[in-house]
C-alpha cells in the first residue's frame, strides 16, 4: 500500500481518508496513534490487522471537545468531571461504561471505552476534521516499542496505512496513564490501569484520595479487564537488562566489551566513562521522553543489549518509566 506522508497543512486530507474508511498514523503528546473511525467496525478491524494485535485488547477512543464525551460514554462515574477538568487535554486516558453506539471491537467486547483527549496541537486539529471520534493504538508493531517521532512511525506503518501524519518528537515519550472507575466487594473508586506521565500524585492532588488506589494495581480480576496490561510490551530488538546505580555496572564490565550501550541518568556518575555508546540524561523526565526513541535508534546500530538505568523511587514520572522498563528487560537486572 502506497502511505501518503503529510504535515500539519494536509489535516484535511487525513481527515477524508478517515471518513472514507482508512487508517491515518497521526502525532500525540505521549505517543503516535494508529487512527481509525470508532463507529466504522471494518475500518478498527483493519488497525488490528496492521499491527498485528490481539482481539481482546480494546482500543482508547481520542476526542478534541469534552463535549464528545456524550457520543461514547453511556454514564459519567463519579469524579469524572474533575478528572476532565484537571488533566485534559492531556495524558490521561479515562475507562468509562461504554453506550451502545460503540463497536465490540473497539472495547474488544467489554462494557467500557478508555476515552482521551490528546493536547497536542496537531492531533487536536486533525480530531476535529474528523469529526467522529479516533479508535487508536500507540502505532508500533505489537510487542514493540510506540513511535514517539515521525521516523519511528515511518519505520513501523508505512505501507501498513493509507497515511502518516509528522507531528515531530512526542513530548512525554510514554503512553497516557489509563484510570477506570472500580466496585468491588472491598472497595470502590478510581484505579491506575497504567502509570503515566498524569502522576498517583497528580491524580490524587484532586479526587478524594479514599477514592484512588494507592498502587497502580495488581489485582488479576481488575488486570483481566485491561488486556494490554498482560501482553507483551515496549521491547526492543536488543536484550535489555536494568541497574539502579552506576556501582552495579561493575557486574556488566564484560557485557559492556560486547558492544552493549548505556541508557541513564547523568549527574555525576560517570555513565559516560563506562560503554562506548551512551544516551545520558539529566532527569527522568528527559530520560522516559527520548527512551523509545533510543530502543529505536540503538536497535538501527546492531548493539546486541543495552544496560538501562531504572528508578528506585516510584513518584511522579518515576512509576510509569519504572513499568515500561520492568516490562522491556522482563523483569530481569543486572
Ligand atoms: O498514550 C496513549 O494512550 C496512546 C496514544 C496513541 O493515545 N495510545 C495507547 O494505546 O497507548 P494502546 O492501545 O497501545 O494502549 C491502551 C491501553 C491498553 O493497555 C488497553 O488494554 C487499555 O489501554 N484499555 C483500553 N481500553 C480499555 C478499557 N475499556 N478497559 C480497560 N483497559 C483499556
Ligand atoms: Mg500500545
Redesign the pocket.
Known amino acids: 500500500m502506497q502511505t501518503l506522508l503529510l504535515n500539519s497543512d494536509s489535516i484535511e486530507k487525513a481527515a477524508f481518508i478517515i471518513n472514507q474508511g482508512g487508517l491515518v498514523v497521526f502525532p ?1 503528546e ?4 494508529l487512527g481509525a473511525d470508532v463507529f466504522n467496525p471494518e475500518a478498527v478491524k483493519k488497525i488490528f490487522l496492521a499491527k498485528g494485535r490481539p482481539q481482546d ?4 477512543a ?1 476526542i478534541y471537545d469534552k463535549s464528545q464525551v456524550q457520543l461514547l460514554a453511556r454514564e459519567l462515574p463519579r469524579g469524572t468531571e474533575i478528572l476532565m477538568e484537571a488533566f485534559w487535554p492531556g ?1 490521561l ?1 479515562i ?1 468509562l461504561p461504554k453506550n451502545s453506539f460503540v463497536p465490540d471491537i473497539v ?1 474488544a467486547g ?1 462494557d ?3 476515552v ?1 483527549l ?1 493536547s497536542h496541537k496537531t492531533a487536536l486539529a486533525f480530531l476535529k476534521a474528523c469529526n467522529t471520534p479516533i479508535a ?3 502505532a508500533n508493531i505489537s510487542t514493540k516499542p ?1 513511535p514517539t517521532n515521525f521516523s519511528m512511525a515511518r519505520k513501523a506503518m508505512e505501507g501498513r496505512v493509507e497515511a502518516i501524519i509528522d507531528g515531530g518528537e512526542s513530548d512525554k515519550g510514554l ?2 496513564t ?1 484510570v ?1 472507575w472500580t466496585e468491588t466487594n472491598e472497595y470502590c473508586g478510581w484505579t491506575i ?2 502509570p503515566g506521565a498524569v502522576t498517583r500524585e497528580d491524580l490524587f492532588s484532586v479526587l478524594d484520595t479514599l477514592f484512588v488506589q494507592n498502587q497502580h494495581t495488581k489485582d488479576e480480576k481488575l488486570l483481566a ?5 498482560r501482553h507483551p510490551h515496549y521491547r526492543p530488538q536488543a536484550e535489555v537488562l536494568l541497574f539502579a546505580y552506576s556501582n552495579d555496572l561493575e557486574r556488566g564490565a564484560e557485557l559492556l566489551t560486547k558492544n552493549w550501550a548505556i541508557i541513564g541518568l547523568d549527574s555525576e556518575q560517570n555513565l559516560a566513562q563506562k560503554a562506548t555508546i551512551t544516551r545520558l540524561y539529566p532527569n527522568w523526565i528527559d530520560l522516559a521522553r527520548r527512551l523509545y526513541a533510543d530502543f529505536s535508534e540503538l536497535d538501527s546500530l546492531c548493539v546486541p543489549g543495552i544496560l538501562v538505568q531504572a528508578p528506585t523511587e516510584t513518584t511522579g514520572i518515576a512509576e510509569a518509566l519504572l513499568n515500561r522498563l520492568l516490562k522491556a528487560s522482563q523483569e530481569k537486572w543486572l
Open positions: 500525540t505521549t505517543v503516535y496513534g485488547n480494546p482500543l482508547i481520542h495524558p486516558t475507562v472495547s467489554l467500557t471505552v478508555g482521551r490528546p487508536a493504538p500507540s510506540s503512553e497516557s489509563v477506570a490501569l497504567r479487564r485491561s488486556p494490554g496490561t
